[in-house]
């Protein structure tokens, strides 16, 4: 039964069969596949040859290989191989260049033809990877990258070891890829050149790595060739970007016309050749790992000439002031060019290039030079006709030129107050062409024929001072002399004062830069130019000139002597035939400084009821550092600000004023505006009076100085005062009685006026006095009591009469001191006589009549008066002498009675 079961599907299985072997046949497919695969290896490429089966070649169609690549066993690329019908049979091959060294890790490659999946047929072949060893290695070792490429390494560890990590120098540290159980992996982005020699790839540590070389490939450009000695050529070109790629053996290689360049280092190329004309073609080719390049020069030979420097310079037939110098070529087919020289003359600070030509050119005459001058010679030269370029520069040849008379001296002239001093400059050494033994100066006026003066003049000294005639016009003439003679005349006449000194208004002038830029009106009388001179003007200095042609005006005005905030004089004169004339001046600054502190001394003030008046002294030039604007006055606040008050746009002014203040105690400051900003801060501190303080004040000065003036004449007069005695109240001499006087007056005694009103002119006189016995009665009258009273004679005839002339001196009758009963003295009395001569007067000092009514109405008493009575105080008493007793209270001594000695005794 299970027989009869089975028979069905055989036969079903038999005919499926017998229809595939059919379908097969019909489409064409045989067993066909690759055969004998072979692997090789090139660095990182892979190569793979095989060949085709032999049933391949009953296939009339086009075969197509699949290529499969592995890394330990994992697939990383595939490609396919078609081979045409007519390649069918032969060997065909593969590479490919992986991302890995091979040394890495083990590499794969499977061949099978396509749609054949059949295993027999498909091929595979592998290259193992770099055994482990007992110390981690780096791979790939020495190779060469482009900068801007990716590059894979790998680290291999030995069993049992850790990786730790894999870095380059000089780049940030990633993260390693496992690519087996010893194998790690680190792909970089190499974007920096080997700085020296190689990038280090290291792992774990700095003694396990490898080196790689990072650069570029070639890139020479700008080829020229040349020839030197007509014999050879000479390539050049220029080093564009560097390959940073040192080693030799990776290094730029170079070929010229496909021969090689030994000296690569240096950029050029030379081959023996000849010379001819026409035009060739030279082409270089630089090559290195990473590339090629080519360049190409046409040219003819002929017109690039680049000549050799002439050698063997030398000096000959040194003058003065010229020299030949003389030289040889190295190349003597340089005899038949037409060659042109250049010629290069330097003293060590300045030189000066001169040409010379000519056909085989071998010396060359070298001319206006400085007299007894070091110089330093070189020569190059080139080919006059198709110039190409300059040879190199010959050794130098040092040589000196002989001696000669001195250069004409700069002189100009500088005015004092009573000298005129004669100035000129100092000549440099270019100039003396010598040691400088003196100079020599000659003056005369212009109205004589010949020089008439001459003086002798130190060479360290450069001006002289002449004591000229200011009224007359010079000529002054200075010669500088060394061992070779004396050098040409220089000129300057010196005007006369009241022609030469006209007035000039002076303007202000601003500097810059160091100096100062002066313009000014062209003169039709300068016919030599112009001179502008400068010194200071706050003291006394030696002036500075330098000199303008005619063709100009203007100058740049610039001295190693200016100062910076110093005042400068800059005057600008016409250069005529005869004296210089003055045209404009100006005063100015080379810059101008802020004005230091403490400019306003002594800064004083006063007070003008409630304002303050602050002056000071005007500013002297010296301690001007800039042209003064105005002032400005300022006091400081309770912030300790400076407040303004008061201004002025004045410089001459020297007074600022603070108006309204209150009673207090301030602080002002007084600068002064400048351009360069306020300076020259001076400060003082007032306080304010109150107007009551004031008249205080001033009453008490005034107080002192009368007391002062009091005691002055106090003290003088105590010293002086016999003097001013003797000055105010002269001596009067006392009255003298002649015997011929006394005869002539009778034996009584005549009346005298008294007047009681006479005032003491002549208190001080010495006079005689009278005594009398107590109660004893005077003519007729008795004295009672206490009374007191005076007797007053008076001569006869001279009481209220016309005296005689004749009588020189007065008559002085002594007063007489009246005794008072028991013995009390009575106070002195005294009284001036009226002199008839001399009209004087006596006033009494006691006054006992206002008591005696009779005798206050001007009773006369008494003999011998007569005539008109007085009703005045003035008394009148009549001595009579005939009646004169021993007992009389009266008597007239006649020892007391002094008369004066007549001038004609």
């Keep these: 039964m299970r027989r009869v079961r089975m028979i069905p599907w055989l036969l079903l299985l038999v005919s499926l069969f017998g229809e595939s072997t059919q379908d097969g046949k019909e489409n064409?497919?045989?067993?066909?596949?690759?055969?004998?695969?072979?692997?090789?290896?090139?660095?990182?490429?892979?190569?793979?040859?095989?060949?085709?089966?032999?049933?391949?070649?009953?296939?009339?169609?086009?075969?197509?290989?699949?290529?499969?690549?592995?890394?330990?066993?994992?697939?990383?690329?595939?490609?396919?191989?078609t081979v045409m019908p007519d390649q069918i049979g032969s060997t065909h091959s593969w590479n490919w260049t992986s991302y890995l060294a091979l040394e890495c890790a083990s590499h794969s490659v499977r061949i099978s033809l396509q749609d054949n999946i059949a295993s027999s047929w498909m091929q595979e072949k592998t290259l193992p990877g770099?055994?482990?060893?007992?110390?981690?290695?780096?791979?790939?070792?020495?190779?060469?990258?482009e900068v801007g490429s990716t590059a894979t390494f790998c680290c291999i560890m030995p069993p049992g070891q850790v990786f730790n990590k894999l870095y380059l120098t000089g780049y940030n540290a990633s993260d390693a890829t496992k690519i087996s159980d010893h194998?790690?992996?680190?792909t970089v982005l190499l974007n920096q050149p080997s700085e020296h020699s190689c990038t280090d790839v290291k792992c774990q540590s700095s003694n396990y790595g490898a080196c790689a070389y990072i650069g570029y490939p070639p890139d020479d450009r700008d080829l020229w060739c040349e020839t030197r000695d007509l014999e050879s050529v000479d390539c050049h070109?220029?080093?564009?970007?560097?390959?940073?790629?040192?080693?030799?053996?990776?290094?730029?290689?170079?070929?010229?016309?496909?021969?090689?360049?030994?000296?690569?280092?240096?950029?050029?190329?030379?081959?023996?050749?000849?010379?001819?004309?026409?035009?060739?073609?030279?082409?270089?080719?630089?090559?290195?790992?990473?590339?090629?390049?080519?360049?190409?020069?046409r040219s003819d030979l002929r017109r690039r000439v680049h000549m050799f420097a002439p050698e063997e310079l030398s000096s000959s037939s040194v003058n003065a002031r010229n020299i030949t110098l003389m030289w040889k070529w190295r190349v003597q087919r340089y005899v038949d060019l037409d060659i042109t020289c250049q010629i290069n003359i330097?003293?060590?600070?300045?030189?000066?290039?001169?040409?010379?030509?000519?056909?085989?050119?071998?010396?060359?005459?070298?001319?206006?030079?400085?007299?007894?001058?070091?110089?330093?010679?070189?020569?190059?030269?080139?080919?006059t006709q198709h110039f190409w370029k300059w040879s190199n520069w010959s050794q130098s040849v040092n040589f000196q030129t002989r001696g000669d008379v001195p250069d004409a001296l700069d002189v100009w002239?500088?005015?004092?107050?009573?000298?005129?001093?004669?100035?000129?400059?100092?000549?440099?050494?270019?100039?003396?062409?010598?040691?400088?033994?003196?100079?020599?100066?000659?003056?005369?006026?212009?109205?004589?024929?010949e020089l008439q003066n001459q003086t002798k003049v130190d060479k360290n000294d450069h001006s002289v001072a002449l004591n000229l005639d200011r009224a007359e016009e010079h000529i002054v003439t200075v010669t500088a002399r060394n061992i070779n003679g004396s050098s040409a005349p220089s000129t300057i006449i010196i005007p006369p004062l009241s022609t030469g000194s006209h007035h000039v208004d002076t303007n202000q002038i601003s500097g810059s830069d160091g100096g100062f830029y002066l313009s000014w009106s062209p003169s039709p009388a300068?016919?030599?130019?112009?001179?502008?001179?400068?010194?200071?003007?706050?003291?006394?200095?030696?002036?500075?000139?330098?000199?303008?042609?005619?063709?100009?005006?203007?100058?740049?005005?610039?001295?190693?002597?200016?100062?910076?905030?110093?005042?400068?004089?800059?005057?600008?004169?016409?250069?005529?035939?005869?004296?210089?004339?003055?045209?404009?001046?100006?005063?100015?600054?080379?810059?101008?400084?802020?004005?230091?502190?403490?400019?306003?001394?002594?800064?004083?003030?006063?007070?003008?009821?409630s304002d303050v008046e602050v002056f000071w002294r005007p500013v002297p030039l010296r301690n001007q550092s800039a042209f003064i604007h105005g002032y400005v006055l300022y006091y400081t606040d309770n912030n300790n600000?400076?407040?303004?008050?008061?201004?002025?746009?004045?410089?001459?002014?020297?007074?600022?004023?603070?108006?309204?203040?209150?009673?207090?105690?301030?602080?002002?400051?007084?600068?002064?505006?400048?351009?360069?900003?306020?300076?020259?801060?001076?400060?003082?501190?007032?306080?304010?009076?109150?107007?009551?303080?004031?008249?205080?004040?001033?009453?008490?000065?005034?107080?002192?100085?009368?007391?002062?003036?009091?005691?002055?004449?106090?003290?003088?007069?105590?010293?002086?005062?016999?003097?001013?005695?003797?000055?105010?109240?002269?001596p009067i001499p006392k009255p003298v009685l002649t015997d011929k006087w006394l005869a002539t007056v009778d034996n009584r005694c005549h009346p005298l006026c008294v007047d009681q009103y006479v005032h003491s002119e002549i208190s001080n006189m010495a006079v005689p006095e009278l005594f009398r016995k107590p109660a004893a009665p005077v003519n007729h009258y008795v004295i009672q009591g206490n009374d007191p009273y005076i007797s007053v004679q008076t001569i006869n005839g001279y009481c209220n009469h016309a005296v005689d002339t004749h009588i020189p001196q007065p008559l002085i009758i002594p007063t007489t001191d009246i005794p008072t009963q028991q013995g009390t003295p009575s106070p002195p009395f005294r009284s001036l006589f009226p002199n008839p001569s001399y009209d004087l007067t006596m006033e009494t000092e006691y006054e006992p009549f206002s008591q005696d009514p009779q005798l206050q109405e001007g009773t006369l008493l008494g003999k011998g008066c007569d005539g008109y009575q007085p009703q005045t105080k003035t008394e009148f008493f009549c001595l009579d002498q005939k009646e004169e007793r021993p007992d009389s209270p009266m008597s007239c001594v006649s020892t007391y009675v002094l008369l004066p000695q007549s001038p004609h005794v």
């Design 28 to 81: 064409g497919v045989f067993p066909c596949g690759p055969q004998d695969l072979n692997l090789s290896s090139s660095g990182q490429t892979i190569l793979s040859t095989w060949e085709d089966d032999r049933s391949c070649s009953a296939v009339h169609g086009v075969l197509i290989y699949e290529v499969v690549v592995l890394i330990e066993d994992q697939q990383v690329h595939h490609d396919e191989v």
């Design 130 to 145: 770099r055994k482990v060893s007992t110390k981690p290695e780096v791979y790939p070792r020495d190779k060469v990258f």
């Design 183 to 186: 194998t790690y992996a680190l």
């Design 237 to 297: 070109w220029s080093i564009g970007r560097k390959t940073h790629l040192h080693k030799p053996s990776i290094s730029t290689k170079y070929q010229l016309n496909g021969r090689d360049c030994p000296e690569r280092y240096k950029a050029s190329c030379s081959q023996r050749i000849e010379a001819h004309s026409g035009e060739r073609e030279w082409m270089l080719t630089a090559k290195n790992k990473l590339g090629r390049k080519d360049l190409i020069d």
């Design 346 to 383: 330097s003293d060590g600070e300045t030189s000066t290039e001169i040409t010379a030509n000519g056909v085989g050119l071998l010396s060359a005459i070298v001319k206006d030079l400085i007299p007894n001058w070091n110089y330093i010679a070189t020569v190059r030269c080139g080919t």
């Design 413 to 449: 002239m500088q005015r004092t107050e009573d000298q005129t001093v004669i100035l000129w400059k100092e000549l440099q050494a270019e100039q003396s062409h010598g040691e400088i033994s003196e100079y020599e100066v000659s003056w005369k006026k212009t109205s004589e024929s």
């Design 526 to 609: 300068a016919s030599c130019g112009y001179v502008v001179d400068w010194c200071l003007v706050s003291e006394s200095c030696r002036v500075e000139w330098m000199k303008v042609t005619t063709n100009e005006s203007n100058a740049r005005i610039v001295s190693e002597n200016f100062i910076d905030g110093q005042r400068y004089l800059l005057s600008v004169y016409a250069c005529t035939l005869r004296a210089p004339v003055l045209l404009e001046r100006r005063e100015g600054y080379v810059k101008e400084k802020i004005i230091e502190k403490g400019l306003f001394q002594p800064l004083q003030w006063k007070q003008h009821h």
């Design 641 to 730: 600000k400076l407040v303004l008050i008061d201004s002025t746009d004045n410089p001459e002014a020297t007074r600022l004023t603070a108006p309204n203040l209150k009673i207090h105690t301030y602080t002002f400051t007084v600068k002064a505006k400048t351009a360069a900003g306020e300076g020259g801060d001076s400060v003082i501190i007032v306080t304010l009076n109150s107007l009551t303080d004031n008249l205080i004040q001033v009453i008490s000065i005034s107080l002192i100085v009368i007391f002062a003036l009091l005691s002055l004449v106090t003290i003088l007069c105590y010293r002086h005062w016999s003097c001013i005695k003797h000055k105010v109240y002269p």
